[in-house]
Each structure stands twice: as C-alpha cells, then as structure tokens.
C-alpha cells in the first residue's frame, strides 16, 4: 500500500507512529470505521460517517475534522493506494496524555488515523461465484453496549478465534435468553418461508451500515418481505437460510451451523435476489 494518514499528513506505512501513551493503545479508548470501496467508489460513505459521528458523542469525543475534509482524506488514500477494491480504516481515539488514568483527560490532542487495504472484488448475486459460510453459535459474553463501534475489540477477537479454531467462518452469538445478537464481526439475518428477519437494533448488537442499507433497499424495493424482530436461536436452527452482513462481505450465505446444514445445505435463492438488489442500489445508499 502507498501511504497512511496520520494527525493530518500523508506518509508511509513505516514512518507512521504514535505515543506508547495513546488513549487508543492503553485503553482502546477510540471508535472506528471501515469503509469499502471498488474501483474508486466508495459504499455507504455517509452512514459510516453518521455512525463514527454518533460513536465519538457516545464515549464524549468530538468530530475530528469535517465530513467533507475526512472524505477527502479518504479519496487521496484510494488513489495513492491503487484504486482498486480497498477498505478504507478510519480510527480516531481520545489521544495522548502525560499519565496513564483512567478518566477522560481534558487539553489533549485526539489521534486520526487511517489507511487503505486490499478487500475481495465486490459480490456478485451468482450462486457459483459465492462463498458458503460455516458458522459455530455461542453465548455472547461481550460487553452490554456493542452498538459503540469502540476500538476496544478484544471481546469480539475472542469469539471470532472459535470459529478459527473451529476451522470455520464465524461465531453467531446469543444472549442468557436464547436470542440471536450478532456475530463476531456481522451482523444476522435468517430467512424462513420467505421472510428476512434480523432482530431489531439495541445494545446488544452493532448498527452494521451494510444491515442498515439492505433494510432501506428491501423496503424501497418492496420485492421482498422483512421483519425487524426478536429472534430466538431455535428459528436460527431451523432457519432456511442465514446471512451474514459486513461492509466487507456485503451479504455472505451461511450453509452449515453447527456442523449441520442450513436448509438444504445449498446457497439459497432469496440470498440471490437480495444480493441482486443490493449490488443494483449500494451506491445510491
């Protein structure tokens, strides 16, 4: 990659550095985003932007810098990086101070920095050139306000290394009560007898900009039918298909949980005109 962001100059990955002291390294004390791009154009730019914003008032911190002026650090990063299928990581936190405590210090500078990497080529809504997702299910045991996209991940680092050892995709999480929360790093949808459903939005789970945008298409687009509910991890089992959603991954179709098959094993057919439609109005979003 050709160069990095950081407290307002552009320069190599290697000469990028921050203090020992940084609020963001001793406390994970920031929020970030990732925002995808293809070939230069950006996905959902203004939602990532409304979520870093409400990330940054939740835990006190201002906007570093305007929309408009981070948008046009983020479009010099996709050029000097190639222009190709680049996630942009953006990652703001309170900054350095001279002691290491742990209330919010007051007078210190807040730390911006971001940088371009490469992403897979954009999805396609083709069954035969489509990843079938493998999944294992846990109890969340994550923090009770999952909605703040902090950099303070070690919580959902530990979920998403059982699937790793589990030489699967990802970890589906779910609360004391048997009700699906999110996965380690997406969110989830099931389908069954033709209905999406993903539960509604709470603290319990992240406001994933791909999620969102996919509700805001399937309601424009009124082809499909959708609900916003409390689901309980048997519906998840008994599932005729399951999504997984990323602003990386975009819709990924799950074929085994639990080393058992979702419905038939078999990427499924609402999964292909969803993806169709998202792939068709992502850049209007």
């Not at 307002?8 to 000469?15: I, N, W």
């Not at 959902?44 to 002026?69: D, V």
Request: aromatic share 8%; proline share 5%; charged share 20%.
């Amino acid at each position: 990659m050709g160069s990095v962001f950081l407290n307002g100059e552009f320069m190599p990955m290697s000469e990028a550095k921050i203090s020992p002291m940084d609020r963001g390294f001793l406390f994970g004390d920031g929020i970030y985003e990732v925002i995808p791009s293809y070939a230069g154009k950006l996905v959902g730019f203004e939602p990532h932007m409304r979520r870093l914003e409400t990330g940054l008032q939740a835990i006190g911190m201002p906007m570093p810098m305007g929309i408009s002026a981070i948008k046009t650090v983020v479009e010099r990063l996709i050029v000097e990086n190639g222009a190709g299928n680049l996630g942009i990581y953006l990652h703001v936190s309170r900054g350095a101070d001279v002691k290491r405590f742990h209330a919010y210090p007051t007078n210190v500078s807040q730390t911006v920095f971001a940088f371009a990497f490469e992403i897979p080529a954009e999805p396609v809504a083709d069954k035969s050139k489509s990843k079938g997702f493998k999944v294992v299910t846990s109890e969340d045991l994550r923090w009770k306000r999952c909605h703040i996209k902090s950099t303070s991940l070690l919580g959902n680092v530990m979920h998403f290394q059982q699937s790793q050892s589990a030489g699967v995709n990802e970890t589906i999480l779910y609360d004391d009560n048997a009700y699906l929360t999110e996965a380690s790093s997406c969110n989830v949808f099931i389908v069954k007898d033709g209905v999406i459903i993903t539960p509604p939005l709470s603290e319990k789970l992240l406001p994933g900009i791909t999620r969102g945008m996919l509700l805001d298409i399937l309601k424009n687009d009124g082809s499909l039918s959708f609900e916003e509910r409390a689901v309980h991890m048997d519906e998840v089992r008994s599932a005729d298909e399951i999504w997984l959603t990323s602003s990386s991954k975009e819709i990924a179709p799950v074929i085994e949980i639990d080393g058992l098959p979702v419905g038939d094993g078999q990427i499924g057919d609402i999964w292909l005109k969803a993806q169709g439609l998202f792939s068709q109005y992502k850049y209007n979003e």
